[in-house]
């Protein structure tokens, strides 16, 4: 991390608030862009002088489209394979600030296939709620071609082409609470 730990936020253990906080991703589909979240989903925050190390994951198995049928497309070999792999992991021990601006290198896994990546995002500062907690918010995104995590599912369109881009954004916008 360059610069100081506590410019993220005060040093301590930062757990997920997962009331307020989101998970999801975007793809190119036909005409437009597709969207779902996850609803299941939990992580880290841990800031020391030394550094910060960011670490989630979200439930396969909580994917939400507004769609069940979709959904359950989405769980199955197909696209994330839930059974197999139930989970969709993210971890970082590479943080960079520049104002609010924040840079992360880490790792995400996906259907069982570890990457690395590059995440750019903003940071707000800490504060305190109505209740005392302190908290600090992060929102995140990176884009990653699907088919280099084995999601490869695609159907051929009548006029040619994918019905379904490889690119897909994942934006998280996470909210954290330091522990007691």
Known sequence: MTGSALTLAPAGTWQLDPTHSTVGFEVPYLPGTFRGRFHEIEG????????AAL???????????RDENLAAHLRSPDFFDAERHPELRFS???????????QVRGEVTIKGVTKPVDVEGTVTAPLTDSHGNER???????????????VSWNMDLPAG???LGNDVTIV????FVKAA
């Open 44 to 51: 880290a925050l841990d800031v020391s002088e030394d550094g």
């Open 55 to 65: 670490n989630g994951s979200a439930k396969v198995a909580s994917v939400d489209v």
């Open 92 to 102: 970082a021990n590479e943080i960079e600030l520049d104002g609010e601006a924040v």
């Open 136 to 150: 600090v918010g992060l929102r995140l995104s990176t884009t990653v071609d699907r088919t280099d995590f084995g």
């Open 161 to 163: 082409g994918p019905a």
């Open 172 to 175: 998280a916008e996470l909210y």
